[in-house]
């Protein structure tokens, strides 16, 4: 079993930055992709970015890319999502997700089995 905690959420102004982090416990998620999902009240989760095991692959969802960073750092156990040039659609609920180690980072929700309880990231504009 894993467990995600996601932390650094919070409120910020329009065109500020936010750092998220995801600390995984239970068993090493050395092997496995990484991905953020977001979900805004009444929408649907969408994929913000993905990192394969290894870290030397990223994706990321079309709204987020040239703003958002995923990166992750296998001795801490943790991975990380820096969100600059925020506006008020980045407003949702961010979840980390653990995955498969997989040579395709999955942007599906079914492409992760284990969730964190998600992080409030608010933007006021």
């Known amino acids: 079993q894993v467990q995600l905690v996601e932390s650094g959420g919070g409120l910020v102004q329009a065109g500020g930055s936010l750092r998220l982090s995801c600390a995984a416990s239970g068993r090493t998620v050395g092997s496995s992709n990484m991905g953020w999902f977001r979900q805004a009240p009444g929408k649907e989760r969408e994929f913000v970015a993905g990192?394969?095991?290894?870290?030397?692959?990223?994706n990321y969802g079309s709204s987020v890319k040239g703003r958002f960073t995923i990166s992750r750092d296998n001795t801490k156990n943790t991975v990380y999502l820096q969100m600059n040039s925020l506006n008020a659609e980045d407003t949702a609920v961010y979840y980390c997700g653990a995955g498969r180690s997989s040579s395709t980072i999955a942007t599906r929700q079914s492409g992760y089995d284990y969730w964190g309880q998600g992080t409030q990231v608010t933007v006021s504009s």
């Open positions: 990192i394969s095991w290894s870290g030397g692959a990223t």
